[in-house]
């Protein structure tokens, strides 16, 4: 493919992909602020209803179609006259052209008002067809008795007004309409308000799309890097998990519907293990608030490392929700947890559930006990040297400000960001909690990511179509020229580590 053939595709994806963060932008704030969507949606519909039976003046119309043959010849003698049409093109051209002149002229209006002894407030309307001697006139009035005198009378006087512009003429009714007895202007409730809420959801786009602009959000891994100063560690896709209550353990089994989520999931997990040393088996994953997809981050990564034949557990440290629990047991109240453990009432085999073949799961368990517990530091020691990998459903961050404390007791620290969630500002308020904690900050997971037309699902500079990671070609593996600054801690040999191209990486093995 040439260069400027690529280069068109490249732009067309990255202009498609803008679309979709605007379009999920707007919904993603609609949503959360859907009282003044739906209040925006009535005023409109109110509006278009109080404009339809208050404002807008009922109007009457009379119509007719008729066909105008000029005078062919005479015999005064006789007192026979022929009128005929025939067609010639230059000929029907002047008359469709001048059948609208003569309707609205000022000697038709007067010769009407003379007619009928009174003024005339009708309006006249003359549409001819095209090329012919047809004409179709409307009458408009306030009145329905005003349209229907009108139209009598314009049929009366138009042969005589127009005999000074085209000759003596003949009027032929083709069709004449009654005395007309409803509005023709008359809106049904079913069009007032779809009209109303067309008019209402156009507002809204405009509305939340000048507020999405306004609002400093993450959308895609560049603001990561631009406004955050860090990079991402991969971007998952929306996925619609599939629960089955079918199984033996008694755990409801979770499955993922979405190849490509599955397939992120996976590059996740190799881009971690190439971040992280092999003693750096306790990874903590936190966000910045809730309904982030920290939890099914968390879970499907466990997977992707189970999957992978390393046997890994995974503990939710999440007092403040105990999803996993509520989502995968039937009866999450009588859960025996990570809670009872540090309240010295359970063994470390009874809070540990089998999941599946490599994946455990400790759940939070019911026990409110505070983070600072010592138990917790045991517990995670004893845990160390049973599991190739631990991943930890920390608390978010804004939520509980000292989840830093569950931070102290693992390695490596993920942060997922669904795009579009929170501010910028937010984030960085709630990095602050756990930057200065022992766990090593690694990257940033962008969940819910929209991607692109042109590539194969992990969006604009990710697994396209153009090669494995070849968006970042265009600034430069690692973009060392922004560094990581924010007092993230990143190494050098990390950054080089991330970047680097699997694919080379496996030869040099």
Not at 86 to 99: G, L, P, R
Not at 167 to 181: A, C, F, L, V
Not at 264 to 274: G, H, N, P
Not at 319 to 346: E, H, M, T
């Amino acid at each position: 493919m040439a260069k400027n053939e690529v280069d068109i595709n490249t732009q067309a994806d990255e202009e498609s992909g803008n679309i979709l963060y605007i379009a999920y932008d707007v919904i993603n704030i609609a949503k959360k602020h859907f009282v003044i969507f739906f209040l925006i949606m009535a005023i409109f519909i109110g509006a278009f209803f109080g404009y339809s039976f208050l404002l807008k003046k009922p109007m009457y119309r009379s119509s007719a179609t008729f066909s105008i043959t000029p005078l062919i010849s005479s015999d005064a003698k006789s007192g026979t006259s022929v009128y005929k049409f025939n067609y010639v093109s230059s000929f029907a051209q002047q008359m469709s052209e001048t059948f609208p002149y003569i309707a609205q002229s000022d000697n038709l209006r007067q010769a009407i008002q003379y007619d009928l002894g009174r003024p005339m407030t009708a309006k006249i309307t003359a549409d001819p067809v095209l090329k012919s001697n047809i004409v179709q006139v409307y009458i408009d009035s306030a009145s329905p008795d005003d349209s229907y005198e009108v139209m009598k009378s314009f049929l009366k006087n138009f042969p005589r007004v127009s005999e000074y512009i085209i000759g003596d003429t003949r009027i032929n009714i083709i069709y004449e309409s009654k005395k007309p007895t409803e509005p023709y202007n008359e809106s049904s409730i079913f069009k007032i308000i779809a009209f109303g809420a067309i008019a209402g959801l156009i507002v809204n786009i405009i509305v939340f799309y000048l507020w999405s602009m306004s609002i400093d959000v993450i959308r895609d891994k560049n603001d990561i890097t631009y406004k955050l100063n860090s990079h991402s560690i991969s971007e998952l896709p929306h996925v619609n998990v599939k629960r089955n209550s079918k199984n033996k353990s008694g755990l409801s089994k979770i499955s993922f519907t979405d190849s490509v989520f599955i397939e992120a999931a996976r590059l996740m997990r190799k881009r971690i293990q190439s971040l992280i040393n092999k003693d750096e088996k306790i990874i903590a994953i936190t966000s910045t608030a809730r309904s982030e997809g920290k939890t099914i981050t968390a879970f499907s990564l466990s997977k992707a490392f189970a999957g992978n034949g390393h046997k890994t557990l995974l503990i939710d440290m999440d007092f403040a929700s105990r999803a996993l629990q509520k989502y995968l047991l039937k009866s999450p109240d009588s859960c025996v947890g990570i809670s009872d453990y540090a309240a010295s009432n359970s063994s470390l085999e009874s809070v540990i559930k089998h999941y599946k073949e490599n994946f455990d799961i400790a759940f939070a368990g019911n026990k409110n006990v505070k983070y600072s517990n010592t138990a917790f530091k045991k517990f995670f020691n004893e845990v160390r040297e049973i599991y190739d990998y631990i991943i930890v459903d920390m608390p978010s961050c804004k939520i509980v400000p000292n989840a830093a404390e569950v931070a102290d007791l693992c390695d490596n620290l993920l942060f997922v960001e669904k795009c579009g969630s929170s501010t910028v500002a937010d984030i960085k308020s709630a990095l602050k909690y756990v930057l200065y904690s022992k766990a090593r900050f690694i990257g940033f997971v962008l969940n819910d990511y929209v991607p692109t037309s042109g590539g194969y699902g992990y969006g604009r500079y990710g697994y396209s179509r153009y090669g494995y990671l070849g968006g970042y070609r265009r600034y430069g593996y690692g973009y060392r020229r922004y560094g990581y600054g924010y007092g993230y801690g990143y190494r050098n040999k990390y950054q080089s580590k991330y970047f680097e191209e699997p694919e080379k990486k496996s030869k040099s093995k």
